[in-house]
């Protein structure tokens, strides 16, 4: 199956701010990108929009993270699972930062839930997004 490249950026993206995350990296470390993208990323065009996608998110972050706790509704931020975590701070960041069409971001979270969270990832993941979207089109 032919993996559109934006998504498979996506993808590494998840893997890298997970990996960052347990490493406790909170800044974008070119170093460790490199090294990332060397073990996993054959594509360049991949890489560089990985590359895009990890510095905004982890260069953002404060904001990222304070706007995503303002739409956990009876949840902790702090008791997220990396992975939730990370596909909310990839979706936020693309939802305030980028252009791509909200449902687009959305969709592509939900779906890297269902391909790597819990039983009940997607539709957490989509419950939080779809109204933090609703606000940001709406400017908060």
């Known amino acids: 199956m032919l993996i559109n490249p934006i998504s498979e950026a996506r993808n590494h993206t998840i893997q890298f701010l997970y990996q960052s995350e347990q490493g406790k990296l909170t800044y974008f470390s070119e170093g460790h990108f490199v090294e990332f993208a060397k073990e996993f990323i054959e594509n360049s065009e991949v890489t560089e929009k990985c590359r895009e996608f990890c510095l905004g998110t982890l260069e953002n972050l404060d904001k990222i993270d304070i ?14 699972s990396v992975l939730d975590r990370s596909i ?3 979706a936020t ?3 305030t930062q980028s252009s791509v069409p909200s449902k687009v971001a959305i969709n592509e ?6 391909k790597y969270g819990g ?8 419950g939080v997004l779809d109204p933090l979207a609703s606000a940001v089109r709406s400017k908060i």
């Open 93 to 95: 960041y693309e939802l």
């Open 119 to 126: 039983e009940d990832s997607f539709s957490f993941i989509n």
């Open 67 to 80: 706007l995503i706790e303002k739409f956990l509704k009876n949840w902790r931020f702090d008791r997220l």
């Open 109 to 114: 979270a939900v779906e890297l839930a269902k």
């Open 88 to 90: 909310l701070r990839l």
